[in-house]
């Protein structure tokens, strides 16, 4: 095997072992969040979660695997290990800013959750009678 | 099901697009729309004094409790379920003041803005 096949696959090997990582600990902790949003109700938390890490996959595999080509030949260990980092890196600044953005979802389902039992801010001015109809 | 009254000027073109606007909110508490002064809101709320409905902006809950100005503002948002959190922050102590006086500064010169009231919702 050439150089860049063995890059392409370690890239392969330690993207998805990075998204992998990152989508287990969205999935473990997310949980925790989503259970307390829906008042307990762990079967809706477990269903909500397991779809927001399918989605985390689908856009993180899709775009390791679009990254993949690199466009000039690696001749030497070096060059290797230097494409790899770079790529690498790419994956992990697309994996962070996906995980803060799935933190921002939580936090976004959360507060809705909480605000709709929200006593109103200020108390009346004066009290009256109320004919229906 | 509570639901808040609201108390507005039908004479006042601004204020026919605000409750355009709110009309079309997505909320959390029902909004029903009463014209200030009019003879259903008089059949409605026997004891309220009416004269100063058409001054105040006024919203009176389902069980009869009465807001005026600032508070009946925040009363709307608080209705809606994308203005919830900000009515919380508008409400709190350190907020309210300047809520209360930019409130009271708009509707004394509710009148004025009828050239531009194009620019909230359609009505």
Same mark, same amino acid.
């Given at each position: 095997?050439?150089?860049?096949?063995?890059?392409?696959?370690?890239?392969?090997?330690? /993207? &998805?072992?990075?998204?992998?990582?990152?989508?287990?600990?969205?999935?473990?902790?997310?949980?925790?969040?989503?259970?307390?949003?829906?008042?307990?109700?762990?079967?809706? &938390?477990?269903?909500?979660?397991?779809?927001?890490?399918?989605?985390?996959?689908?856009?993180?595999?899709?775009?390791?695997?679009?990254?993949?080509?690199?466009?000039?030949?690696?001749?030497? &260990?070096?060059?290797?290990?230097?494409?790899?980092?770079?790529?690498?890196?790419?994956?992990?600044?697309?994996?962070? &800013?996906?995980?803060?953005?799935?933190?921002?979802?939580? /936090?976004?389902?959360?507060?809705?959750?909480?605000? /709709?039992?929200?006593?109103?801010?200020?108390?009346?001015?004066?009290?009256?009678?109320?004919?229906?109809? | 099901?509570?639901?808040?009254?609201?108390?507005?000027?039908?004479?006042?073109?601004?204020?026919?697009?605000?409750?355009?606007?709110?009309?079309?909110?997505?909320?959390?508490?029902?909004?029903?729309?009463?014209?200030?002064?009019?003879?259903?809101?008089?059949?409605?709320?026997?004891?309220?004094?009416?004269?100063?409905?058409?001054?105040?902006?006024?919203?009176?809950?389902?069980?009869?409790?009465?807001?005026?100005?600032?508070?009946?503002?925040?009363?709307?948002?608080?209705?809606?379920?994308?203005?919830?959190?900000?009515?919380?922050?508008?409400?709190?102590?350190?907020?309210?003041?300047?809520?209360?006086?930019?409130?009271?500064?708009?509707?004394?010169?509710?009148?004025?803005?009828?050239?531009?009231?194009?620019?909230?919702?359609?009505?």
């Amino acid at each position: 095997m050439n150089h860049i096949v063995i890059t392409y696959l370690l890239y392969l090997a330690i /993207s &998805a072992g990075l998204t992998a990582w990152v989508a287990q600990t969205l999935f473990k902790n997310g949980r925790v969040f989503l259970v307390d949003v829906f008042h307990g109700d762990e079967g809706l &938390a477990d269903s909500v979660n397991h779809l927001l890490v399918v989605g985390f996959y689908l856009i993180n595999l899709g775009y390791i695997s679009l990254m993949l080509k690199l466009g000039y030949d690696v001749a030497t &260990a070096r060059e290797s290990i230097e494409a790899l980092s770079w790529k690498v890196g790419l994956v992990l600044l697309v994996l962070g &800013a996906m995980h803060f953005f799935n933190l921002y979802l939580f /936090s976004r389902i959360r507060r809705r959750a909480t605000l /709709s039992d929200v006593p109103p801010p200020v108390g009346p001015d004066a009290c009256t009678v109320v004919r229906e109809g | 099901m509570l639901t808040l009254h609201v108390l507005y000027d039908a004479d006042c073109d601004l204020c026919c697009r605000v409750r355009a606007w709110l009309e079309a909110q997505p909320k959390y508490v029902d909004l029903a729309f009463t014209a200030a002064g009019s003879a259903e809101a008089r059949g409605r709320f026997p004891l309220l004094d009416h004269q100063a409905t058409l001054k105040e902006f006024t919203v009176v809950s389902s069980g009869g409790l009465v807001y005026r100005g600032a508070k009946a503002w925040l009363m709307c948002l608080w209705a809606l379920r994308e203005y919830r959190g900000w009515s919380l922050r508008l409400g709190s102590a350190e907020l309210m003041p300047i809520a209360r006086r930019v409130i009271a500064w708009a509707s004394g010169n509710r009148f004025r803005f009828n050239r531009y009231s194009a620019w909230v919702g359609r009505g």
